[in-house]
């Protein structure tokens, strides 16, 4: 039973997000806001409402590659040392390093 629900569930999910997604992109290409009823949808003053225009693609050539900053080279280990400059030890006075 609860996998029955759970499939219902799903199924509904997936039927809304896809009808969702085709209303969202049914009028992407018009530019007449139109009617069901008749041609097209005039505003308060009498002239027709239209979308707005899309945008130009950017002028110009490629972009230009950025050049990537050289890594810096760390050493495989290194000392490590406490606010005073001391060597760290561990409980067991054994000195600590780290590794990469």
Same mark, same amino acid.
């Given at each position: 039973?609860?996998?029955?629900?759970?499939?219902?569930?799903?199924?509904?999910?997936?039927?809304?997000?896809?009808?969702?997604?085709?209303?969202?992109?049914?009028?992407?290409?018009?530019?007449? #806001?139109? $009617? %069901?009823? *008749?041609? @097209? +949808? /005039?505003?308060? =003053?009498?002239?027709? &409402?239209? !979308?707005?225009?899309?945008?130009?693609?950017?002028?110009?050539?490629?972009?230009?590659?950025?050049?990537?900053?050289?890594?810096?080279?760390?050493?495989?280990?290194?000392? #490590?040392? $406490? %606010?005073? *400059?001391? @060597? +760290? /030890?561990?409980? =067991?006075?054994?000195? &600590?390093? !780290?590794?990469?």
């Amino acid at each position: 039973m609860k996998t029955t629900l759970s499939a219902i569930v799903a199924a509904l999910f997936a039927v809304v997000s896809v009808n969702a997604f085709a209303a969202s992109h049914a009028g992407a290409m018009a530019k007449d #806001v139109t $009617t %069901k009823a *008749g041609p @097209a +949808v /005039t505003s308060k =003053d009498g002239t027709p &409402v239209t !979308t707005k225009e899309q945008k130009e693609k950017p002028k110009g050539g490629p972009v230009p590659k950025i050049e990537k900053k050289a890594k810096k080279v760390k050493p495989e280990t290194s000392e #490590v040392k $406490t %606010k005073s *400059g001391g @060597a +760290v /030890t561990t409980k =067991d006075k054994k000195d &600590v390093s !780290t590794n990469k």
